[in-house]
Nanobody, 122 residues
Framework: QLQASGGGLVQAGGSLRLSCAAP????????ISWFRQAPGKERAFVAS????????DYADSIKGRFTISRDNAKNMVYLQMNSLKPEDTAVYYC?????????????????WGQGTLVTVSS
């Protein structure tokens, strides 16, 4: 199972770094992505990174502010979030793809972490 952490309360304009732990070597060949779910809204794609770390993809709403990275030696994936806005408030989930390629659809992922809450105050 994936384990997401690093959420918290931050003021607008601040930064947070989320971590996703992937115990063991189980997910080394999978893309890992972050999704988020704001209150009353559907879970939405945020960012993804290929198994090698070479290819990344971002939702338009966070491009230029968030950066996804992974350290396969530590079985970790990170989401660095800068210039946070109140609309970034959500529960953030990490997920491993079914295959080696990620995507923006929930159905492309079959291993999910428990979520970590990010609250951005104005």
């Amino acid at each position: 199972q994936l384990q997401a952490s690093g959420g918290g309360l931050v003021q607008a304009g601040g930064s947070l770094r989320l971590s996703c732990a992937a115990p063991g070597r189980r997910f080394l060949n999978n893309a890992i992505s972050w999704f988020r779910q704001a209150p009353g809204k559907e879970r939405a794609f945020v960012a993804s990174i290929s198994w090698s770390g070479v290819t990344t993809d971002y939702a338009d709403s966070i491009k230029g502010r968030f950066t996804i990275s992974r350290d396969n030696a530590k079985n970790m994936v990170y989401l660095q979030m800068n210039s946070l806005k109140p609309e970034d408030t959500a529960v953030y989930y990490c997920a491993a793809s079914r295959g080696s390629v990620g995507g923006t659809y929930l159905t492309q992922y079959n291993n999910w972490g428990q979520g970590t809450l990010v609250t951005v105050s104005s």
